[in-house]
């Protein structure tokens, strides 16, 4: 690196970087010293809030490239041809710790991907997780509350945590992956992605499909155990940005095969599971994985605050060929990203390098805090106009038929089985699965006083599975407990 003058933010040469302007060697500092005062007051306003949730997390850049042609499924630019290359940006993240949190906590991980495709940015913001906890974006403030700190405590609250879930069975899904072997990954690398929700693709004729996104990890799965994550946090917080990092260094680049399943609007019609409901998967047999592509991450961010801290994901961000779904949790997504980025980032966050779209970005939003482009120049700032500029696109997507009454309908009221695919997932584990997810989850629940909730919970472990029902409860020393009931 060249040596360079170190300047005020004016650009002009600071002159002395080690002893502050005071009147005698002894004497007190003058306000003149403008240098001293500009260092200081910069590093006063250095934080920004960090993500309500995922707020510790580590990213990387990278390239999608597409290796099977879905075209007749998509007419989404990124997928137009085979051998086609997206620059992507994966952030990784655990959920409920902050900022510090250490990386090898029992948790969902975040898998947020950006492509900056052609035709805009379109951002994939999932899980490790095929599922998720709650179905409601109604619900989300209060989970997520149950997940942090108490507010008396200052703790996180296993009581919390079981009062919420045991009132909700469908969580049980996400649950007894988060209890899993999957619970804890050992890194970054060696963990699958999902899409999680339904989303649509849509093709050059019109026509609409709804389509799953999967990430298979080319790496392999690796877990901690319990006791192995406790050894590891107890040397490091950061072994998985360690990992990525340095893998990525060493030139180990991860990748993952990106496959999607994807049915029909006729078929999601009739199809036996609801095919909008997150708390559930498509089963393969039901719906085959078809392949796509490959990711591949291979470029350490320059700055980690710059292009990981100020990164923006939203699953609003989508882009032709490429839609919603009626989803009602993602719905409720659709607001909360880019509300929580005004507010972390401001209103101008999408011009920041990171987040804004290598295509041409021509709207009538003006001025704002922290404006730092050409604001749009001498172009209109309103619309229709005499000059013709910023025409919408006639490129629509096809209509979304929907039902007429509009009524807080209580999804729970239409679909009750939140335990069949709990059930299943378990008896497809191995012994030593089943054991170790048993022991998991009554370490956790074991910190429960409330007898109300442990039995409320272990009722629903009956229904998803009375082998595992009497397995928690004999670790829990409550032996007999299901099969009495
Ligand atoms: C981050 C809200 C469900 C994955 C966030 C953030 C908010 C939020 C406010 C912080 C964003 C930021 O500061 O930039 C919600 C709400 C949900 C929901 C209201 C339900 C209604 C989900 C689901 C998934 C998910 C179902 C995965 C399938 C993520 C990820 C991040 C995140 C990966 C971190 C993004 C990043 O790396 O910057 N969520 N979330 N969330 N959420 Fe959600």
Do not use: C
């Amino acid at each position: 690196m060249t040596k360079q003058t170190l300047t005020h933010a004016n650009g002009a040469p600071v002159t002395d970087n080690d002893n502050s302007l005071t009147a005698g060697p002894r004497g007190p500092v003058l306000l003149q010293d403008t240098w001293l005062l500009e260092k200081l007051a910069h590093f006063d306003r250095e934080r920004i809030p960090e993500r309500v949730v995922h707020a510790k997390g580590s990213a990387a850049f990278g390239t999608f490239t597409v290796t099977h042609d879905i075209t007749p499924f998509t007419k989404a630019d990124l997928f137009s041809e085979i051998g086609k290359q997206t620059e992507v940006l994966l952030r990784f993240s655990t959920v409920a710790g902050e900022k510090g949190a250490a990386d090898a906590e029992r948790d969902v991980r975040g898998f947020a991907l950006k492509f900056y495709t052609g035709e805009g940015n379109w951002d994939l913001v999932g899980n490790n997780t095929p599922v998720f906890f709650i179905r409601d974006a109604l619900k989300f403030p209060d989970f997520i509350h149950t997940q942090k700190r108490d507010p008396k405590t200052n703790l996180r609250s296993a009581e919390a945590a079981w009062d919420f879930w045991s009132r909700h069975p469908e969580s049980l899904h996400q649950l007894m992956i988060l209890f899993s072997d999957r619970g804890i990954p050992t890194d970054y690398r060696h963990m699958n992605g999902y899409g999680s929700h339904t989303y649509s693709f849509i093709n050059r004729d019109n026509e609409r499909f709804y389509v799953k996104f999967h990430f298979k990890t080319q790496q392999g799965h690796r877990y901690y155990t319990d006791e192995e994550a406790a050894k590891i946090t107890g040397k490091t917080r950061e072994s998985s940005q360690v990992d990525l990092f340095m893998s990525i260094e060493d030139g180990e680049f991860p990748r993952w095969d990106v496959k999607v399943q994807i049915m029909s609007e006729a078929e999601a019609e009739r199809f036996h599971i609801h095919p909008f409901d997150i708390t559930k998967v498509w089963p393969h047999g039901d719906v085959p994985l078809r392949d796509v592509g490959v990711l591949e991450l291979n470029r350490n961010p320059d700055n980690y605050f710059a292009e990981v801290e100020q990164a923006a994901f939203t699953p609003a961000n989508v882009v032709p060929g490429i839609g919603y779904s009626p989803d009602r949790l993602l719905q409720g997504r659709l607001f909360s990203y880019g509300d929580t980025q005004r507010y972390r980032l401001g209103i101008n966050h999408g011009q920041l390098p990171v987040n804004r779209p290598k295509s041409a970005v021509n709207t009538s939003h003006r001025d704002g805090g922290m404006r730092v482009d050409n604001n749009g120049g001498q172009q209109p700032n309103y619309a229709p106009n005499q000059q013709g500029a910023y025409q919408p696109t006639q490129d629509y997507a096809p209509p979304l038929a929907l039902e007429k009454e509009a009524l807080h309908f209580n999804f729970r009221d239409y679909d009750a089985d939140y335990y069949s695919q709990p059930g299943n997932l378990y008896r497809l584990m191995d012994k030593g699965q089943q054991t170790r997810l048993a022991g998991n989850i009554a370490a956790s629940l074991g910190e429960v006083q409330s007898e109300a909730i442990v039995q409320q919970q272990l009722a629903h472990f009956r229904l998803v599975d009375e082998q595992l029902a009497q397995a928690v409860a004999e670790k829990l020393g409550l032996p007999g407990y299901a099969a009495n009931r």
